[in-house]
Each structure stands twice: as C-alpha cells, then as structure tokens.
C-alpha cells in the first residue's frame, strides 16, 4: 500500500524565542506571509556569538523552499565557525522593511509601519558541490530573479573561494505594525500634524558599465524591475 505524506501545515509553530513579550497581536507565523517578507528583502542581519560576545553582521541571502542561504569568503567568521562547530553554529536571522513613518502627535507615540521576520535555528556550512551551486544561483536570483542564468557560473577557483551556510526556517516568526498613530484621547486636540508617511524601495533606470559591449540590450528581466 502506498503511503501519502504528511500535510504540511501552513503555519510555523510558535516558541518561547518567537512569541513576542509585547505587541503579542503584531506577531504572525504563516508561511506565506514569512516567505513574501523574506523574498521582498535584499539584506539580513545574521547575528551569532564569537568569543563570549554578540556579533551581528549584513549580507545577502536567498531562500530555497524552507532553506534560507548565505555566503562569504571562506575565511570569514561565522562561515569558519560554522565549518568547525558541530553539530553547527546557533544563529539568529533577520529581515526587516520600513513602510511608513507614524507621526503622532505626542513625542511617545511616534513610530513605524514595518513588517520583519526572525530566524532562529543552527547554520551548517554546505559541502555539497550541486547543492552549493544551487544555493548560489539562489543569492543571484535573489536579487534580480533570472539574473543567475544570463550571466557566467563560478568557476571551480571561485567556488573553493566562497563558503555557503544553510538555515533551515523552523523556529520562525513575522511581526507587523500597520495602520495610523494611536494618540491618547486627551492629546487629540493639539496642533501637531499627525499621519502616516509611506516609505518604499523603488528602482531606477539601468546604468550601463562603462566597458559593456556595444549593442547589448537592456535584459527583460531588469526592465521588469
């Protein structure tokens, strides 16, 4: 008799580490949710421990399914630690984007629109050829989807050169804030300016290089950015 697999569930399950102290109500742990604010990002903040003390470090990432990747130079910290640690090296993983600057009328109750993710898990250094390849067409396309096959694949230098973590998305959590300032009933009434101003990430028009090749056209997957 063929067995079936489990259904995935649809949403992460909530830990000590992903509930939030306060604003409990912000908090989402969908999937869908936590991929859309993943893949809209450029940047993650990975921090870890060296030496007793808190290191938190910006870089590229790219998400494959419920794996997310990160690479660096083989010598930097947390890829070298990764690569001695066993079974890995405890992370925690960031995205955040800012949608809106919430001016309220008191000085307290100013804040900000933004949805973000945290990750929490054991990075492990991947070693695998085909799955290091794949994971690194993954940063490419990352940032400009279809990038990774319009442009040439590390050679085999290159690859002894870069180092790539993996991550699995288990322990994860979103949390939102949306809408306008939450004023307190008595401060109504003052002369202050108050709303929402919206913040986005937009894209200019391609700058060539000076040395590209003349008569190459602007690729489409960039004029659909």
């Not at 989807?145 to 442009?151: A, L, N, Q």
């Not at 300016?193 to 003349?214: E, K």
């Amino acid at each position: 008799m063929t067995q079936t697999a489990a259904p995935r569930p649809d949403a992460y399950t909530p830990t000590d580490r992903t509930v939030p102290t306060r604003s409990r109500e912000r908090a989402a742990y969908d999937h869908e949710m936590v991929h859309a604010i993943l893949d809209e990002g450029y940047v993650c903040h990975l921090g870890f421990v060296r030496d007793g003390a808190p290191v938190v470090l910006p870089t590229l990432y790219g998400r494959v399914g419920e794996r997310l990747y990160v690479h660096g130079s083989t010598g930097s910290r947390p890829l070298r630690m990764a690569g001695q640690a066993d079974p890995g090296l405890r992370v925690c993983l960031t995205v955040t984007h800012v949608d809106g600057l919430v001016l309220a009328r008191s000085a307290f109750h100013h804040s900000i629109n933004y949805r973000s993710v945290v990750v929490h898990g054991v990075a492990h250094q991947v070693t695998d050829p085909q799955e290091k390849r794949a994971a690194l067409d993954a940063l490419v396309d990352h940032v400009v989807p279809g990038r990774s096959r319009d442009s040439r694949p590390a050679d085999t230098k290159e690859l002894a050169a870069t180092a790539v973590l993996r991550l699995d998305l288990g322990e994860v959590s979103a949390k939102l804030r949306t809408g306008g300032p939450n004023d307190e009933p008595e401060d109504l009434g003052l002369p202050y300016w108050t709303g929402v101003v919206p913040v986005s990430t937009t894209h200019g028009a391609p700058v060539p290089a000076d040395d590209l090749a003349p008569g190459t056209e602007v690729p489409a997957y960039l004029t659909a950015l």
